[in-house]
Protein backbone atom coordinates (compact mmCIF):
# COMPACT_ATOMS: atom_id res chain seq x y z
CA UNK A 1 0.00 0.00 0.00
CA UNK A 2 1.36 3.83 -0.50
CA UNK A 3 4.54 4.70 -1.75
CA UNK A 4 6.77 4.45 -4.68
CA UNK A 5 6.39 0.79 -4.82
CA UNK A 6 3.59 -1.98 -3.96
CA UNK A 7 6.04 -4.13 -1.77
CA UNK A 8 4.89 -3.16 1.27
CA UNK A 9 2.98 -6.17 3.57
CA UNK A 10 -0.86 -5.98 3.94
CA UNK A 11 -1.70 -3.79 6.79
CA UNK A 12 -2.38 -4.55 10.19
CA UNK A 13 -5.99 -4.37 10.79
CA UNK A 14 -8.26 -4.40 14.34
CA UNK A 15 -11.77 -5.82 12.78
CA UNK A 16 -15.01 -4.28 14.15
CA UNK A 17 -16.50 -6.72 16.85
CA UNK A 18 -19.97 -6.56 15.23
CA UNK A 19 -20.70 -5.55 11.25
CA UNK A 20 -18.42 -2.39 10.34
CA UNK A 21 -20.54 0.77 9.59
CA UNK A 22 -17.32 2.75 10.02
CA UNK A 23 -13.49 3.14 9.26
CA UNK A 24 -10.39 4.76 10.25
CA UNK A 25 -7.88 4.12 7.96
CA UNK A 26 -4.58 5.51 10.13
CA UNK A 27 -0.94 5.74 8.15
CA UNK A 28 2.12 5.77 11.02
CA UNK A 29 5.11 7.97 10.93
CA UNK A 30 8.59 7.55 8.76
CA UNK A 31 10.30 4.09 9.88
CA UNK A 32 7.53 3.24 11.29
CA UNK A 33 5.21 0.20 10.81
CA UNK A 34 0.93 0.05 11.07
CA UNK A 35 1.54 -2.65 14.14
CA UNK A 36 1.80 -0.33 16.87
CA UNK A 37 -0.83 2.30 16.11
CA UNK A 38 -3.04 -0.92 15.38
CA UNK A 39 -2.44 -2.61 19.29
CA UNK A 40 -3.26 1.24 20.24
CA UNK A 41 -6.10 0.93 18.34
CA UNK A 42 -7.09 -2.23 20.07
CA UNK A 43 -7.17 -0.77 23.12
CA UNK A 44 -9.27 1.97 22.76
CA UNK A 45 -11.74 0.85 19.83
CA UNK A 46 -15.70 1.49 19.15
CA UNK A 47 -17.32 -2.17 18.54
CA UNK A 48 -18.59 -0.84 14.73
CA UNK A 49 -15.49 0.94 13.71
CA UNK A 50 -12.73 -0.88 11.29
CA UNK A 51 -9.05 0.22 11.96
CA UNK A 52 -6.86 -0.45 9.06
CA UNK A 53 -3.28 0.51 9.73
CA UNK A 54 -0.93 0.41 7.08
CA UNK A 55 2.37 -0.10 6.36
CA UNK A 56 4.90 2.05 4.19
CA UNK A 57 6.66 0.50 1.91
CA UNK A 58 10.80 0.70 1.99
CA UNK A 59 12.60 3.01 0.19
CA UNK A 60 15.81 5.26 0.26
CA UNK A 61 15.37 8.56 2.57
CA UNK A 62 17.01 11.44 1.65
CA UNK A 63 16.71 13.26 4.89
CA UNK A 64 17.93 10.64 6.23
CA UNK A 65 20.97 10.27 4.35
CA UNK A 66 19.60 7.54 1.94
CA UNK A 67 18.94 5.07 4.53
CA UNK A 68 16.13 2.44 3.47
CA UNK A 69 13.04 2.73 5.87
CA UNK A 70 9.41 2.62 6.00
CA UNK A 71 8.30 5.62 4.11
CA UNK A 72 4.72 6.94 2.20
CA UNK A 73 7.79 9.39 0.33
CA UNK A 74 10.85 10.62 -0.14
CA UNK A 75 11.68 13.91 2.20
CA UNK A 76 14.65 16.04 1.26
CA UNK A 77 14.79 18.82 4.32
CA UNK A 78 12.45 19.69 7.10
CA UNK A 79 13.21 23.22 6.47
CA UNK A 80 9.77 25.54 5.82
CA UNK A 81 10.68 26.08 1.89
CA UNK A 82 12.39 22.42 1.16
CA UNK A 83 11.66 20.97 -2.10
CA UNK A 84 9.13 18.53 -2.12
CA UNK A 85 9.10 15.10 -3.51
CA UNK A 86 5.53 15.64 -5.17
CA UNK A 87 5.53 12.64 -7.55
CA UNK A 88 5.85 10.91 -5.01
CA UNK A 89 3.56 12.66 -2.86
CA UNK A 90 0.75 12.34 -5.50
CA UNK A 91 1.69 8.68 -5.88
CA UNK A 92 1.24 7.61 -2.14
CA UNK A 93 -1.90 9.85 -2.14
CA UNK A 94 -3.17 7.97 -5.01
CA UNK A 95 -2.64 4.17 -3.75
CA UNK A 96 -4.50 6.07 -0.63
CA UNK A 97 -7.19 6.46 -2.22
CA UNK A 98 -7.42 3.10 -3.81
CA UNK A 99 -8.02 1.81 -0.14
CA UNK A 100 -10.81 4.05 0.60
CA UNK A 101 -12.33 3.19 -2.62
CA UNK A 102 -11.96 -0.66 -1.48
CA UNK A 103 -13.37 -0.12 1.76
CA UNK A 104 -16.73 1.56 0.38
CA UNK A 105 -16.62 -1.50 -2.00
CA UNK A 106 -16.81 -3.04 1.40
CA UNK A 107 -19.74 -2.12 2.58
CA UNK A 108 -18.43 1.45 4.40
CA UNK A 109 -19.68 4.54 2.99
CA UNK A 110 -17.32 6.96 2.19
CA UNK A 111 -18.48 9.51 4.38
CA UNK A 112 -18.40 6.70 7.43
CA UNK A 113 -14.31 6.70 7.04
CA UNK A 114 -11.76 9.01 8.81
CA UNK A 115 -8.24 9.55 7.54
CA UNK A 116 -5.63 9.86 10.45
CA UNK A 117 -1.57 9.60 10.59
CA UNK A 118 1.12 10.36 12.38
CA UNK A 119 3.97 13.18 11.18
CA UNK A 120 4.61 11.67 7.50
CA UNK A 121 1.07 9.75 7.78
CA UNK A 122 -0.30 12.66 8.70
CA UNK A 123 0.97 15.07 6.38
CA UNK A 124 -0.46 12.48 3.62
CA UNK A 125 -4.20 11.94 5.68
CA UNK A 126 -4.25 15.74 4.81
CA UNK A 127 -3.63 15.84 1.58
CA UNK A 128 -5.11 12.92 0.00
CA UNK A 129 -8.44 14.09 2.24
CA UNK A 130 -7.79 17.34 0.16
CA UNK A 131 -7.70 15.66 -3.02
CA UNK A 132 -10.35 13.11 -2.67
CA UNK A 133 -13.71 12.71 -5.02
CA UNK A 134 -14.81 10.40 -1.71
CA UNK A 135 -16.50 12.40 0.76
CA UNK A 136 -15.14 11.92 4.23
CA UNK A 137 -15.98 11.58 7.37
CA UNK A 138 -12.98 13.62 8.95
CA UNK A 139 -9.51 13.82 9.26
CA UNK A 140 -7.35 13.38 12.62
CA UNK A 141 -3.80 14.98 11.89
CA UNK A 142 -0.84 14.25 14.87
CA UNK A 143 2.32 16.55 14.43
CA UNK A 144 2.18 16.80 10.66
CA UNK A 145 2.07 19.03 7.81
CA UNK A 146 -0.03 19.70 4.69
CA UNK A 147 2.48 18.79 1.51
CA UNK A 148 2.61 20.77 -1.25
CA UNK A 149 1.06 23.24 0.53
CA UNK A 150 1.47 26.30 -2.31
CA UNK A 151 -0.69 23.77 -4.62
CA UNK A 152 -3.57 24.70 -2.83
CA UNK A 153 -6.66 25.84 -3.19
CA UNK A 154 -5.61 25.01 -7.13
CA UNK A 155 -5.08 20.97 -6.05
CA UNK A 156 -8.24 20.57 -3.97
CA UNK A 157 -10.22 21.37 -7.34
CA UNK A 158 -8.79 17.88 -8.71
CA UNK A 159 -11.05 16.56 -6.44
CA UNK A 160 -14.07 18.42 -7.13
CA UNK A 161 -13.86 20.20 -3.64
CA UNK A 162 -15.44 17.17 -2.56
CA UNK A 163 -14.26 17.70 1.02
CA UNK A 164 -14.15 21.20 0.33
CA UNK A 165 -16.18 21.55 4.09
CA UNK A 166 -14.30 17.97 5.79
CA UNK A 167 -13.81 18.60 9.54
CA UNK A 168 -10.02 18.29 10.36
CA UNK A 169 -8.77 17.60 14.18
CA UNK A 170 -4.61 18.69 14.37
CA UNK A 171 -2.92 17.83 17.54
CA UNK A 172 0.95 18.85 17.93
CA UNK A 173 3.16 18.95 20.96
CA UNK A 174 4.66 22.16 21.89
CA UNK A 175 8.22 20.57 21.96
CA UNK A 176 8.22 18.73 18.80
CA UNK A 177 11.83 19.02 17.87
CA UNK A 178 11.03 16.75 14.43
CA UNK A 179 8.50 18.70 13.19
CA UNK A 180 8.38 22.26 14.59
CA UNK A 181 4.90 23.21 16.53
CA UNK A 182 5.28 26.40 13.80
CA UNK A 183 4.20 23.70 11.31
CA UNK A 184 1.48 22.23 12.70
CA UNK A 185 0.25 25.87 13.47
CA UNK A 186 0.94 27.30 10.07
CA UNK A 187 -0.90 24.15 8.63
CA UNK A 188 -3.96 24.73 10.55
CA UNK A 189 -3.50 28.56 9.16
CA UNK A 190 -3.75 27.10 5.83
CA UNK A 191 -6.47 24.82 6.40
CA UNK A 192 -8.79 27.61 7.68
CA UNK A 193 -8.25 29.34 4.54
CA UNK A 194 -9.32 26.64 2.19
CA UNK A 195 -12.31 24.90 4.68
CA UNK A 196 -13.09 27.52 6.99
CA UNK A 197 -12.39 28.32 10.62
CA UNK A 198 -15.09 26.18 11.84
CA UNK A 199 -14.10 23.25 10.32
CA UNK A 200 -10.47 23.02 11.81
CA UNK A 201 -9.45 21.96 15.62
CA UNK A 202 -5.77 22.64 15.94
CA UNK A 203 -5.10 21.48 20.17
CA UNK A 204 -1.84 22.55 20.99
CA UNK A 205 0.04 20.27 23.86
CA UNK A 206 2.90 21.80 26.18
CA UNK A 207 5.54 19.68 26.72
CA UNK A 208 4.84 17.00 24.43
CA UNK A 209 8.01 15.87 21.59
CA UNK A 210 7.46 14.46 18.31
CA UNK A 211 4.74 11.75 19.99
CA UNK A 212 1.26 10.91 20.82
CA UNK A 213 0.27 10.84 24.56
CA UNK A 214 -2.41 8.63 25.61
CA UNK A 215 -5.29 11.10 25.37
CA UNK A 216 -3.85 12.32 21.36
CA UNK A 217 -4.25 8.43 20.26
CA UNK A 218 -7.72 8.20 21.97
CA UNK A 219 -9.29 11.05 19.91
CA UNK A 220 -8.81 9.15 17.25
CA UNK A 221 -11.28 6.66 17.29
CA UNK A 222 -14.70 7.99 15.96
Not at 27 to 36: A, Q, S
Not at 185 to 207: M, Q
Request: proline fraction near 8%.
Amino acid sequence: MCGNNMSAPLPAIVPAARKATAAVIFLHGLGDTGHGWAEAFGGIRIPHVKYICPHAPTMPVTLNMRMSMPSWFDIYSLSPNAEEDESGIKRASDNLKTMIDQEVKNGIPSHRIILGGFSQGGALSLYTALTSQQKLAGVVALSCWLPLRNAFPQAAAGGGDTNKDVTVLQCHGEADPLVPFSFGSRTAEKLRSLLGPEKVLFKAYPGLPHSACPEVRTKCIL
